[in-house]
């Protein structure tokens, strides 16, 4: 087993779907939720939570009815109690929010996509290959001597967002900046922020927009190879048929979306996926000795995990999705970490198996129109990056001090830290 799941007991209606506690783990609620009620609206907020990974593939692929303008919801995780006072920094200090890709419905969401998608065609992703390679032999080379890492630090946050400074065009020493800023986008998603956590995270997000603006400044009048040139440049044709330039807050939309979307997310799958290889050495050794078997572990630990555990719709009219009715103006939640332990899909789905036939039909990467744009980076990142991790860190134990504690976040989900041992090289 991946984890000890322990059945929750007692009434769905008394349970608090989003007790931090319960965000932590799970896996409980989320097999509660598939057993009784696969399509429940939660009595206290009035979300429906969708479990099961049919319904959830249904509602993700009807995008006209289960819209993902969900901008608003997005800001504040869902909660009231959202501050002026951090809506006044964005708006007197910041650009506005607009909604390109992922708040986007289609017409407008698809132009934006289309836009972003050349930038992660399988063909560019294959040519960043020997960056990726070289890249993740430099992080290893920092802390190698020592016996001992942090991965989620050491390795797992810092080669996404190498990774993507390299391919928006920004130079790795602005490194410590980006995982701040990264970091605020995602403390913004968790659902659990204070009023005065909002201030600080609208600080924190002026300056990545102030940071960007400048740079799109300067790459809109010198060029180059990268995808803030391209944002600067291209010609780009609004639902209105009108050709124009993008606005600056469009631009700013869509970087944001590329650092956040990806760097929490492959970062956790990275650290998931030692964290599955330590606690099951059989799995270890079948993966140390076969490489081949690396991409399938990979689908396996992001089945377990699920980073983007859940993502929000907004239902456009009355509609019935698992035979319940569902009015216009409701808000979703697609569980997909659920969906991917799905037992009708996944025999014994709580079991990490890097042999698993099947793995790969999880919907860790969402399904439908808004299906990740940046899966085949994050998947040749991964796919790259643990042959030599687990050719260069050997006999990889956990240390001590590890408290295997996943944030609470409404929507994603992964751990922070974890730290471990190896042979020393
Ligand atoms: C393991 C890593 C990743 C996971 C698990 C993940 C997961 C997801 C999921 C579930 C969605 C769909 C959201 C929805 O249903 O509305 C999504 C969309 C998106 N992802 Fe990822 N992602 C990952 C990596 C990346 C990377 C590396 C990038 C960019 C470089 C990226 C950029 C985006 C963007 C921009 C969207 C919105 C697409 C749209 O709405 O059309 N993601 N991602």
Same mark, same amino acid.
């Given at each position: 087993m991946s984890e000890a799941i322990k059945p929750i007991d007692g009434d769905l209606k008394d349970i608090n779907i989003f007790d931090p506690e319960l965000m932590k783990c799970p896996h409980a609620l989320y097999k509660k939720l598939r057993d009784e009620s696969p399509v429940y609206q939660d009595p206290a907020t009035g979300i429906f939570q969708v479990s099961k990974l049919e319904l959830i593939c249904e509602a993700a692929r009807? @995008? +006209?009815?289960? %819209?993902?303008?969900?901008g608003a919801l997005q800001k504040d995780g869902g %909660?009231?109690?959202?501050?002026q006072e951090a809506a006044d920094i964005m708006m007197k200090e910041g650009y506005p929010s607009v909604n390109t890709m992922l708040t986007a419905d289609p017409p407008r969401h698809t132009r934006y996509r289309s836009l972003v998608n050349k930038a992660f065609s399988p063909k560019l992703v294959q040519g960043m290959v020997p960056a990726i390679q070289r890249k993740t032999n430099d992080i290893i080379d920092k802390f190698?001597?020592?016996? +001992?890492?942090?991965v989620a630090v050491d390795i797992a946050q810092q080669l996404p967002i190498k990774v993507i400074a390299e391919a928006l065009g920004v130079s790795s020493d602005y490194y410590e900046d980006f995982k701040v800023w990264s970091k605020a986008f995602t403390d913004q998603l968790s659902g659990t922020s204070t009023p005065e956590e909002h201030i600080e995270i609208a600080k924190k997000l002026v300056k990545f927009q102030q940071f960007f603006a400048n740079q799109l400044d300067e790459k809109g009048k010198n060029p180059a190879d990268d995808i803030i040139s391209d944002l600067a440049t291209i010609d780009f044709e609004d639902e209105h048929g009108v050709t124009r330039k993008l606005e600056t807050a469009e631009q700013l939309s869509i970087i944001q979306q590329l650092l956040v979307a990806g760097n929490a997310t492959t970062a956790h799958s990275i650290t998931e996926a030692i964290k599955l290889l330590i606690e099951h050495p059989e799995q270890m050794e079948l993966v140390v000795n076969d490489h081949s078997l690396i991409p399938n572990m990979i689908e396996e630990s992001l089945r377990l995990l699920? @980073?983007?555990?859940n993502m929000w719709r907004i239902v456009t009219e009355d509609t019935e999705l698992g035979g319940v009715s569902i009015p216009k103006g409701s808000s979703l939640l697609l569980r997909y970490g659920s969906g991917n332990r799905d037992e009708e899909v996944f025999e014994n789905p709580d079991t990490f198996d890097?042999?698993? +036939?099947?793995? +790969?039909?999880?919907v860790a990467f969402g399904q439908g129109i808004h299906v990740c744009v940046g899966m085949n980076l994050s998947r040749k990142e991964m796919y790259t990056a643990f042959p030599i991790i687990i050719d260069r860190l050997k006999n990889m134990r956990f240390a001590e001090g590890n408290d295997f504690n996943y944030s609470p976040n409404v929507l994603l989900r992964g751990l922070d830290s974890l730290h471990i041992e190896f042979d020393k090289a």
């Amino acid at each position: 087993m991946s984890e000890a799941i322990k059945p929750i007991d007692g009434d769905l209606k008394d349970i608090n779907i989003f007790d931090p506690e319960l965000m932590k783990c799970p896996h409980a609620l989320y097999k509660k939720l598939r057993d009784e009620s696969p399509v429940y609206q939660d009595p206290a907020t009035g979300i429906f939570q969708v479990s099961k990974l049919e319904l959830i593939c249904e509602a993700a692929r009807n @995008p +006209k009815v289960f %819209s993902n303008d969900f901008g608003a919801l997005q800001k504040d995780g869902g %909660s009231d109690d959202y501050p002026q006072e951090a809506a006044d920094i964005m708006m007197k200090e910041g650009y506005p929010s607009v909604n390109t890709m992922l708040t986007a419905d289609p017409p407008r969401h698809t132009r934006y996509r289309s836009l972003v998608n050349k930038a992660f065609s399988p063909k560019l992703v294959q040519g960043m290959v020997p960056a990726i390679q070289r890249k993740t032999n430099d992080i290893i080379d920092k802390f190698i001597h020592t016996g +001992k890492c942090d991965v989620a630090v050491d390795i797992a946050q810092q080669l996404p967002i190498k990774v993507i400074a390299e391919a928006l065009g920004v130079s790795s020493d602005y490194y410590e900046d980006f995982k701040v800023w990264s970091k605020a986008f995602t403390d913004q998603l968790s659902g659990t922020s204070t009023p005065e956590e909002h201030i600080e995270i609208a600080k924190k997000l002026v300056k990545f927009q102030q940071f960007f603006a400048n740079q799109l400044d300067e790459k809109g009048k010198n060029p180059a190879d990268d995808i803030i040139s391209d944002l600067a440049t291209i010609d780009f044709e609004d639902e209105h048929g009108v050709t124009r330039k993008l606005e600056t807050a469009e631009q700013l939309s869509i970087i944001q979306q590329l650092l956040v979307a990806g760097n929490a997310t492959t970062a956790h799958s990275i650290t998931e996926a030692i964290k599955l290889l330590i606690e099951h050495p059989e799995q270890m050794e079948l993966v140390v000795n076969d490489h081949s078997l690396i991409p399938n572990m990979i689908e396996e630990s992001l089945r377990l995990l699920t @980073p983007t555990n859940n993502m929000w719709r907004i239902v456009t009219e009355d509609t019935e999705l698992g035979g319940v009715s569902i009015p216009k103006g409701s808000s979703l939640l697609l569980r997909y970490g659920s969906g991917n332990r799905d037992e009708e899909v996944f025999e014994n789905p709580d079991t990490f198996d890097v042999t698993r +036939k099947n793995s +790969k039909r999880h919907v860790a990467f969402g399904q439908g129109i808004h299906v990740c744009v940046g899966m085949n980076l994050s998947r040749k990142e991964m796919y790259t990056a643990f042959p030599i991790i687990i050719d260069r860190l050997k006999n990889m134990r956990f240390a001590e001090g590890n408290d295997f504690n996943y944030s609470p976040n409404v929507l994603l989900r992964g751990l922070d830290s974890l730290h471990i041992e190896f042979d020393k090289a």
